[in-house]
């Protein structure tokens, strides 16, 4: 059936057809139409409106990007395909960034291992790079 308008409360396929709600790849128009979503868009909420994207993509906010930018903090997370804020003490970050103070360079605090770990505030790297310490806590980092 080739549909010209839908029934009140659907919306019209771009091949004619009538549903109550657009399908993966499609948003819901103003005027009642599933129109495609714009690649690298994968889904979407509107035309500028990212929810995932395709592959390789990062979603960035609600835009996808082909990297983070990690000059504002962010790191590529190519498991779930975001852009991932990089946690203080770190100003830039490693993907995978299981723990989140192995960074480079260390942002207002103590380095420890070469300048890739970062010692959160207040803690000091110990001895040869092995611990952060404070007077009543110790976090080790060896075996990194």
Do not use: R
């Amino acid at each position: 059936m080739n549909c010209v308008t839908c029934p009140e409360g659907m919306y019209l396929q771009e091949w004619d057809n009538c549903v109550y709600s657009c399908p993966l790849g499609y948003y819901e128009t103003e005027d009642m139409k599933c129109a495609p979503c714009v690649a690298p868009c994968a889904t979407c909420e509107s035309e500028t409106h990212c929810n995932t994207c395709i592959d390789n993509w990062f979603l960035y906010g609600t835009t996808c990007i082909a990297e983070c930018p990690e000059s504002e903090g962010y790191y590529d997370n190519s498991n779930t395909w975001t852009c991932d804020t990089c946690l203080s003490p770190c100003e830039t970050c490693f993907e995978p960034a299981a723990d989140a103070n192995e960074c480079q360079p260390c942002a207002d605090s103590d380095d420890c291992l070469g300048d890739t770990w970062c010692c959160p505030q207040m803690y000091l790297c110990v001895y040869d790079g092995t611990y952060c310490n404070t007077a009543t806590n110790e976090v080790w980092i060896s075996g990194k």
